[in-house]
């Protein structure tokens, strides 16, 4: 039954299974103390491959550290402990940013009032207070989240302060001077208690706040860098279907913001994934979070409450969820931007794992690992560092299976279906479905597959799944009857073939004793073709003269079933001729058989279960190779040759 391609995507999904989840690896679990951090707090900033973040407590004072660590888990250190008091900050809840050598932060408390915002050299060198907020209606206080550096200016906000007590937007010059407060909050209608970061583009600063506006659920809104042209580009709702609470930062990718908001979204969810234009139009649900919050009811393979951004690689999000997951102690997840694609990558929770993040990944350049904390959970209970590395998706590839096949009964065709050269580039262990044309089910499973064609041009798709992704490749495979096959030589002939004429006689002949369903007479007309090949075009032209012999023998093969004479096989079964190993560690089989079959190559390592892995080559003359890559993983190696 053949169906819309939309319900053919559906149900191929289906077909593949549910994706696995991947296991992300502890690098560091924090032990709190005088040499360690306690609950690490925002997200972390990647010098590759050093790793700096901060903790909201640990250290000799208790107040807050500032660490390093290399991206493998390696090498922990402190790079500052917090004191407090008037020289320095205390308890920091957000994200370092890196300019150049520089990591600015902030610290919710410290300094001559209540926060600061500070920098630090990247060896742990140059630690300087910028700024010591105070609750004055000029100031603001209790910075949560991170400053954004642009040119030489800091720009954030503060989740108190100014002059209506609900926090403010400021910029100062990364050397401490020019402190100026660009905005401060109103309840109502323009938001209250900012507690991410601000995203810039141009010289237009966007943001969120966790409650305020017109429902009193939080809002959206756009500042020009000057502290002119503020306004609400979206008022979440307390009861609507997008969502209500933002903690995080938006992420901007050209005109369009991503974003997520920790509580609602449609039929009570536990927050939203959504999307909105730089002008305030196009707001849309990309997704609303159902996971479960105790590890029993929800859906286990959703997250819950994210407390954080989301990163954006390419067209795919990732972000985290406080809750959520199998456990319910929070997850990994990624987005394509469309909404498409929703796949939870990993949980939290179980024994001496962190657990409940909030804030967001961290990528590595090489874009094949996420980087993260969360700030409980670990050994200690103090949170923990985690790296996850990222799927690849595999690489599907069905070019080993010839694109022509001929037909002996005119009708139809077995034609040996082979995906051996599809890979992964993490070594993952993968699926392999056959698809033809745009039937809904597939009609063969395995890398190397026999299926009956019918004569014509027929699309076959491979789709090679890890799990947790799936790739395609679709080629074309021809089936043509034997006197179709003797046409396309007739063609050759009067292309390439001077004083042809003798040939084409000879292929006429077979043509027309196919066509009366003489087997034996056409044998002989290719047969006496193929003597005047090697005694006309053999001297002058080697190469062209052996496509033409195999292509020949090939319908001589099909003529006579392939059961005797047709090649040093004899019309026996397949045997060994020789076995190589090359010097990259694959080994090279080749094989005698009958030119005009099919062999398909098994492997196995204990002689009882044997998976085909591939389709050998017809070099002609009766022999056929075969290639084994994934050899070099495999000490030991036993092959079979099948003829279908």
């Known amino acids: 039954m053949k169906i819309s391609s939309l319900h053919a995507s559906l149900l191929l999904l289906a077909s593949l299974g549910s994706p696995r989840l991947m296991a992300h690896t502890n690098l560091h679990s924090f032990a709190g103390g005088d040499a360690d951090g306690a609950s690490p707090q925002g997200s972390l900033t990647l010098i590759d491959p050093t790793l700096y973040g901060m903790t909201e407590f640990g250290g000799s004072a208790n ?35 890196l300019s150049g050598s520089t990591l600015f932060g902030m610290t919710v408390v410290g300094g001559t009032g209540q926060g600061t915002i500070f920098k630090i050299n990247t060896d742990g060198t140059g630690f300087i207070l910028l700024h010591s907020f105070s609750p004055s209606p000029s100031d603001g206080w209790a910075p949560i989240g991170a400053v954004i550096v642009s040119d030489s200016v800091l720009f954030g906000m503060t989740q108190q302060g100014g002059s209506r007590g609900n926090g403010m937007i400021f910029k100062m010059n990364t050397d401490g001077t020019g402190f100026t407060l660009l905005h401060s909050f109103e309840l109502t209608p323009d938001g209250q208690l900012p507690r991410g970061s601000l995203s810039l583009s141009g010289n237009v600063l966007f943001g ?6 017109a429902s009193s659920s939080g809002t959206l809104f756009k500042i020009n860098t000057d502290g002119t042209g503020y306004s609400v580009l979206h008022d979440f709702t307390s009861f609507g279907s997008d969502g209500h609470n933002p903690w995080g930062s938006l992420t901007l990718a050209g005109e369009t913001l991503f974003g997520m908001t920790a509580s609602g979204g449609t039929n009570s969810g536990s927050g939203t994934i959504f999307t909105i234009n730089t002008d305030g139009s196009g707001f849309q649900v990309l997704h609303t979070f159902y996971g479960s919050r105790d590890g029993a009811t929800g859906d286990p393979n959703d997250g819950a409450e994210p407390q954080g951004s989301l990163l954006l690689s390419g067209n795919i999000l990732f972000g985290m969820t406080r809750q959520g997951g199998i456990r319910g102690d929070g997850a990994v997840f990624q987005i ?10 990993d949980s939290f929770g179980g024994a001496r794992d962190g657990v409940h993040p909030m804030a967001d990944p961290t990528l590595s350049p090489s874009g094949h690992k996420l980087f993260g904390m969360t700030p409980e959970g670990g050994a200690s209970g103090n949170g923990v560092i985690f790296s996850l590395a990222m799927n690849r998706p595999p690489v599907a590839d069905a ?27 993490d070594g993952d262990t993968l699926q392999y479905l056959w698809f033809l044309g745009d039937f809904a089910a597939p009609v063969a499973t395995g890398i190397v597959a026999t299926v009956v064609l019918p004569v014509g041009t027929n699309s076959i798709s491979l789709v090679v799944s890890d799990g947790i992704a799936a790739a395609t490749n679709t080629i074309l495979v021809q089936v043509i009857t034997l006197a179709q096959a003797v046409d396309n030589l007739v063609a050759a002939v009067t292309n390439n073939v001077s004083r042809s004429q003798p040939l084409i006689a000879s292929l006429s002949a077979a043509i027309a004793s196919i066509d009366r369903s003489n087997p ?3 044998i002989n007309q290719l047969r006496a073709f193929q003597e005047q090949i090697r005694a006309q075009l053999q001297p002058l032209d080697p190469d062209l003269a052996q496509i033409m012999l195999q292509a020949s023998q090939a319908v001589i093969d099909n003529l006579t079933g392939g059961l005797a004479g047709s090649g040093p096989g004899g019309g026996a079964s397949p045997r060994f001729d020789h076995m190589v190993r090359n010097s990259d560690g694959s080994i ?15 492997a196995s390592t204990n002689m009882l279960d044997w998976e085909p892995i591939g389709a050998a080559v017809d070099r002609g003359n009766g022999t056929f190779e075969f290639e084994d890559t994934n050899a070099v993983r495999i000490a030991t190696r036993f092959y079979r040759f099948i003829s279908p």
């Not at 250190?77 to 809840?93: E, K, W």
């Not at 969120?208 to 506006?213: A, I, K, N, V, W």
């Not at 090279?588 to 098994?602: E, F, I, K, M």
Request: glycine share 14%; aromatic share 8%.
């Open 63 to 97: 107040k807050g550290t500032l660490f390093k660590t290399s991206a493998d888990g390696t090498g922990f250190s402190l790079v500052h402990t917090f004191l407090g008091g008037t020289n320095d900050g205390a308890f920091p809840l957000g994200s370092l940013t």
């Open 208 to 213: 969120m706040t966790q409650h305020g506006g």
């Open 520 to 522: 034996t007479a056409a």
């Open 336 to 345: 394509n931007t469309d909404g498409t694609a929703f796949t939870l990558l």
């Open 588 to 602: 090279r089989l080749q094989l005698l058989g009958d030119s005009g079959h099919n062999y398909t190559v098994a």
């Open 399 to 425: 070019s080993a299976t010839p694109t022509l096949f001929l037909s002996p009964d005119g009708s139809n065709a077995p034609v040996v279906l082979d995906g051996s050269r599809s890979s992964d580039p």
